[in-house]
């Protein structure tokens, strides 16, 4: 089964300096349909302007995965990282007992960002902080795995994240080894076995024996498999 949750359904808060979109019910944001899919709790996409960001704040038995789409954020936090994360660079920050850390645009451009929050397996754990690059690939590629498998990132969570890349009429296929799974489409336009994505378009995936991703445009996704 598949079911899409259109772009422009998306929760929308707009703060002047902070566009967000909410796929899922975040912050004042409240829609009880869309509470998140099985431990996968928060995707926001958020555009933050140049000079601004969130000050410091404190998380804890959340992994927070972030993406740069656009510009660079300057991170710091509890344990000792201060950090710029450029477009193209994934963080993966296991808030575990507890962190501190904030998140600022400190450049001349809007920064972009995808952040993703999921549930871990394993409550209170010793708080750790990944960062990484991965090599430009077409097709799938795993970047966050918990046994860091391919040299991906390491959550503590069952669950296994893809960054897709898809040129004009190429394809990829994919099995879950999970029983649901989630697929955002960051740009471009996707037939999702047999369904229509385009730009900010999501889809929970269950029941579903094989992921087929066509690209009728030039497409970047991710695909999340979840417990």
Request: cysteine-free; aromatic content about 8%.
């Amino acid at each position: 089964m598949i079911q899409i949750r259109k772009s422009e359904d998306r929760g929308h808060a707009n703060f002047g300096w902070l566009d967000a979109r909410y796929s899922f019910s975040f912050a004042n944001y409240h829609d009880p349909r869309h509470m998140g899919i099985s431990a996968l709790r928060v995707i926001n996409q958020d555009r933050v302007e140049p000079g601004r960001g969130f000050p410091p704040h404190s998380h804890d038995n959340m992994e927070i995965l972030t993406y740069i789409l656009r510009g660079a954020v300057t991170h710091q936090d509890s344990m000792g990282n201060e950090t710029r994360l450029p477009a193209g660079e994934f963080q993966l920050m296991s808030a575990g007992s507890g962190i501190t850390h904030s998140e600022y645009n400190r450049e001349g451009e809007p920064l972009e960002l995808l952040q993703i929050w999921l549930l871990p397996n394993v409550a209170d754990a010793t708080p750790r902080y990944q960062q990484k690059r991965f090599p430009a690939a077409d097709g799938l590629q795993l970047i966050v795995s918990p046994d860091g498998a391919d040299d991906s990132l390491r959550i503590r969570q069952n669950a296994r994240i893809y960054h897709g890349r898809l040129k004009a009429g190429s394809e990829t296929r994919q099995s879950l080894a999970g029983e649901n799974g989630w697929a955002q489409i960051i740009s471009g336009e996707i037939d999702l076995n047999g369904n229509t994505l385009q730009d900010g378009d999501g889809a929970a995936i269950s029941g579903e024996a094989e992921i087929a991703f066509a690209a009728r445009r030039d497409s970047e996704f991710l695909l999340f498999d979840l417990p």
